[in-house]
Structures are given as structure tokens and as C-alpha cells.
């Protein structure tokens, strides 16, 4: 099965940019991406599905970055799924309070392309990946 990537932030046009950067992909490490613009509507997607791998923005209006870490982690089986943080805001203590509420990584815009595609690479081809669990019929991996 296809892995789903969720990207959650609230500019579409940095959306369409992960899009395109994942699409380039191809190959067996090839992924369909799910993208919000909005926290909510994003976590109401996981309650329902399993993405092998969130990438997410910090500052959002309503539910911001943290505030969905925090929820997707109370979620039953969404525990360690891998979030990646991507934001344009620098301040350790945002870096901090990221990773203390269950970040996977934390990074800086603007984001390499080159660099993005091999990090997403590298969560989707986990030697892990075959122990993790399937839900609604999408293989997340941590």
C-alpha cells in the first residue's frame, strides 16, 4: 500500500510545495499526501486513518502546531507516528516545547527540497516499517 504523508499548514502555497517535493518521490518510496489547512480538520483525518508521517506548521490560527502534536498523540495508535515540525519560527523554546510533546524533528524554513525529499525517504523506507500496525487501510511507520 501506498503510505499517506498529512501536511497541515495554514498557507496553501507552502502546501503545494511539500506536495511537490513528495511527488518527485517516485519509485517504491513513493506517497500520496493528505493536506490540511486547517489543526482540526487535520486531527479529525487521523482519528480515522493512520498517515505514515505528519508534516506540520507551527503557527496556525485556531489549533496551532503544538496543540496538534498534543492531540494526535493521545490518539490510540498514533503514539510514535513520526511528526516533523516545519516552521519558519527559530526560538528554542518553540524547538523545545515541540519535541517535549512529541516532535519527531523540528525544522527551520525554508526547507531544501533535496533535504526533504531524502528525510521523507528515510521515514518511509524505516527498517521499522513492517512491524507497524495498519489502520483504515493506510501503513503508518515511526
Known amino acids: 500500500m501506498t503510505p499517506t504523508i498529512l501536511l497541515l499548514d495554514d ?7 511539500l506536495e511537490n517535493v513528495i511527488k518527485q518521490l517516485g519509485g517504491q518510496q513513493g506517497a500520496s499526501t493528505v493536506s490540511f489547512t ?10 480515522e486513518r493512520a498517515p505514515a508521517l505528519c508534516l506540520i506548521d507551527y503557527k ?19 503514539e510514535t507516528i513520526p511528526i516533523v515540525m516545519i516552521t519558519g519560527v ?17 525544522w527551520a524554513k525554508p526547507i531544501d527540497p533535496e533535504r ?5 525517504k528515510a521515514y518511509l523506507t524505516s527498517p521499522f516499517a513492517a512491524d507497524r500496525p495498519r ?8
Open 38 to 47: 486547517s489543526g482540526q480538520d487535520a486531527l479529525g483525518w487521523c482519528c
Open 90 to 106: 527559530t526560538e528554542e523554546k518553540v524547538r523545545a516545547c515541540a519535541l517535549a510533546r512529541g516532535a519527531t524533528e523540528f
Open 116 to 120: 526533504l525529499r531524502r528525510k521523507v
Open 11 to 17: 498557507e496553501r502555497d507552502n502546501l503545494i510545495i
Open 135 to 142: 489502520c483504515a487501510g493506510t501503513t503508518w511507520q515511526a
Open 60 to 78: 496556525m490560527p485556531g489549533m496551532d502546531g503544538l496543540d496538534f502534536i498534543s492531540a494526535v498523540r493521545k490518539l490510540p495508535g498514533l
